[in-house]
């Protein structure tokens, strides 16, 4: 089945800098991958999300790009504010079952002021 | 447009008791899904629901955690009996059409 990774783990960047999570998946007819920021102790939110008939997608501070035949997907957050600490997820979704996805185990981004 | 709910927001409970979990989806939406989130994870999927069909059951522990969706809008989880490794969140989301999911606010079990 899919398996999805995620790193790092925990990030720390000062404030206005940029920072990038990895994720890789297995499964090669994946195409969908949602990113997903949840702040704590509260619901998971999708902040962006990229299908596989494009490498790259953006929305103002944050872009997603993707490389099918690498099978990685990245977050990037460009000018870092304190808002944007929390906990990020990516997922896939495996072929088998177009609208399940599978999460990673999630990156805590702190940004530093 | 409203959320998704979910209720309780907390419960405590001791292990062996049951627990039950509810959730409304966003209207209309034809997808429901149960996920369990432990300290520390990511979401890892229980149940998906189609209306109120089964998807994917492959990941929900059967001999202790049943779940059902009648009428094919509201969802119920139970938990009989609780043990201490089901402390976690219990996340609903919904989906419409697409692949996109939209989470509620989660009930935060603790099993003593």
């Known amino acids: 089945g899919e398996n999805v990774e995620q790193h790092p783990s925990t990030l720390s960047v000062q404030e206005g800098d940029s920072a990038v999570i990895k994720c890789t998946y297995s499964?090669?007819?994946?195409?969908?991958f949602p990113w997903y920021k949840q702040e704590l102790g509260k619901r998971p939110q999708l902040i962006i999300d990229i299908r596989s008939n494009v490498g790259e997608k953006k929305d103002q501070r944050i872009a997603v790009t993707l490389n099918k035949t690498a099978k990685h997907f990245s977050l990037h957050i460009t000018e870092t504010q304190p808002e944007d600490s929390a906990v990020y997820f990516c997922a896939a979704n495996p072929y088998s079952s177009a609208s399940k996805i599978i999460f990673g185990s999630g990156t805590r981004l702190s940004i530093r002021p | 447009e409203a959320g998704v709910a979910q209720s309780p927001r907390y419960k405590i409970i001791e292990k062996r008791q049951s627990v039950a979990f509810w959730c409304n989806p966003i209207s209309g939406h034809a997808t429901l899904y149960w996920y369990q989130q432990i300290l520390g994870q990511g979401p890892k999927l229980l149940i998906q629901f189609q209306n109120n069909g089964v998807v994917d059951d492959s990941q929900l522990p059967k001999d202790r955690f049943s779940a059902e969706r009648l009428k094919g809008v509201d969802s119920t989880l139970k938990i009989q009996p609780a043990k201490l490794e089901d402390s976690a969140v219990y996340l609903c989301?919904?989906?419409?059409?697409?692949?996109?999911?939209?989470f509620g606010p989660g009930t935060r079990l603790t099993v003593l």
């Open positions: 989301a919904s989906s419409q059409n697409t692949d996109t999911q939209y």
């Open positions: 499964d090669s007819a994946s195409n969908y």
